[in-house]
């Protein structure tokens, strides 16, 4: 069959080679970072998302990283997330930061690189894996040293709530 007629059948290949799945690219302005924080979110399901859902999406994500981490660091207190986060989520946040906080006891060179400069997004990269699940890894820079974030967020009723939180 010619690479013509295999494009017409598929509406995500083009001569005979397959395209990306739809995604939605643009910025966003925290007020911690001076530069705009690009996000890319993707959709693996059929429907639309306009540009204003998907920068809520990116904005969220970024606001519950940063608090997420945050709440590890000990800087703010965990009840800050508690409409952003499950239960379990919070309660393993909250693990985190009582091990990190044992463990920097010990290391106060970590404690000084990890504990006291704010945290700065820089990137935000998210898959829409069904209508009501979304999957969003966010970059966030401490100093110079560049953090992940990988968030799950489910949809409750109206709201995205985090189900997941994994810090590294």
Aim: contains cysteine; proline residues 8%; glycine residues 6%.
């Amino acid at each position: 069959m010619p690479q013509m007629e295999l494009a017409q059948q598929n509406p995500f290949t083009r001569v005979g080679r397959r395209e990306g799945l739809p995604a939605y690219d643009g910025s966003i302005r925290v007020e911690l970072s001076n530069n705009p924080i690009p996000y890319h979110i993707s959709r693996c399901f059929p429907g639309s998302m306009d540009e204003d859902e998907c920068r809520r999406f990116a904005m969220l994500s970024c606001r519950i990283a940063c608090m997420s981490l945050d709440v590890v660091r000990g800087r703010t207190p965990p009840q800050v997330l508690q409409r952003a986060v499950t239960p379990p989520c919070l309660k393993r946040l909250e693990t985190m930061s009582y091990l990190l906080e044992n463990h920097m006891r010990t290391h106060q060179d970590l404690k000084k690189r990890l504990c006291y400069l704010p945290a700065i997004p820089s990137l935000v990269y998210g898959t829409l894996v069904s209508p009501e699940t979304t999957e969003i890894v966010v970059s966030l820079n401490i100093g110079e040293i560049c953090y992940w974030v990988n968030l799950v967020l489910k949809q409750v009723g109206t709201r995205w709530v985090c189900t997941l939180a994994d810090l590294g």
